[in-house]
């Protein structure tokens, strides 16, 4: 059994350029969730899907960001224009539905906007 | 809302002694509670967590971790610590009322541990 699968892992780009990140869930799964992790920090929350449907996204996902899991499976993570401030660690997860709750994390995409 | 507060930026225990990871939490609802562990340049990996039932739980690599109502408190526990264990830590909350928190955790800042030889 495969775990969660994220690509690029590494992603330099340049400030105002836009970035796709792609995040391949535990094939059984039916949730799906994108985190962001800055140096020394605790991973922060940005958006929630079940199925396709995402159900819920954070204030932190400004209007630049954009997220899609348009089959129900693999997941994209947009954003657009992108700022310094946007330099960070991009972690997928994803989890079972019906009463397991703990989520299972890809290795990352880590961003670095110069 | 929900927080979580990991009060000890680092912890440093000498091999083959107890290691106690703090974590204290808020929520509105019942909370689910969650220790993780992170690896440089690696994602987050499930050690454990508390849903209901037993207020010990035990996890992976001999780690548990003890669920305290009226401290608010879950404490991520190893009876003898090993160089290997040397990593960040996360605690992590969910609110149980699904409707008040949806499906997302929330993290603490995380606890460096170091385990010396």
């Known amino acids: 059994d495969t775990g969660v699968s994220q690509n690029p892992r590494h992603k330099i780009t340049k400030r105002g350029q836009n970035v796709t990140f792609r995040c391949d869930p535990i094939?059984?799964?039916?949730?799906l969730y994108w985190y962001r992790q800055t140096l020394g920090q605790g991973p922060e929350f940005l958006t929630y899907f079940q199925n396709e449907a995402q159900l819920e996204k954070s204030r932190l996902l400004s209007d630049r960001f954009s997220a899609e899991r348009p089959k129900g499976s693999f997941s994209t993570l947009e954003i657009q224009r992108t700022e310094q401030g946007d330099s960070a660690m991009y972690l997928c997860?994803?989890?079972?539905?019906?009463?397991?709750?703990?989520?299972?994390f890809g290795p990352g995409t880590r961003l670095t906007v110069t | 809302a929900q927080s979580v507060a990991q009060p000890e930026d680092q912890v440093n225990v000498a091999e083959g002694n107890p290691l106690t990871v703090k974590c204290t939490y808020s929520v509105s609802g019942n909370p689910y509670l969650f220790w993780y562990v992170q690896y440089p340049n690696r994602g987050l990996q499930f050690l454990l967590k508390?849903?209901?039932?037993?207020?010990l739980v035990k996890g992976s690599y001999g780690f548990e971790a003890e669920f305290n109502k009226s401290q608010t408190s879950f404490h991520l526990k190893k009876p003898s610590a090993l160089v290997s264990d040397s990593a960040l830590y996360f605690c992590?909350?969910?609110?149980?009322?699904?409707?008040?928190?949806?499906?997302?955790?929330?993290f603490g800042g995380g606890t460096r541990v170091l385990v010396k030889p």
């Open positions: 997860a994803s989890s079972a539905s019906g009463g397991t709750y703990e989520q299972y």
């Open positions: 508390y849903i209901t039932g037993d207020n």
């Open positions: 992590a909350v969910r609110d149980g009322m699904i409707k008040a928190a949806g499906n997302k955790l929330t």
């Open positions: 094939s059984e799964h039916n949730r």
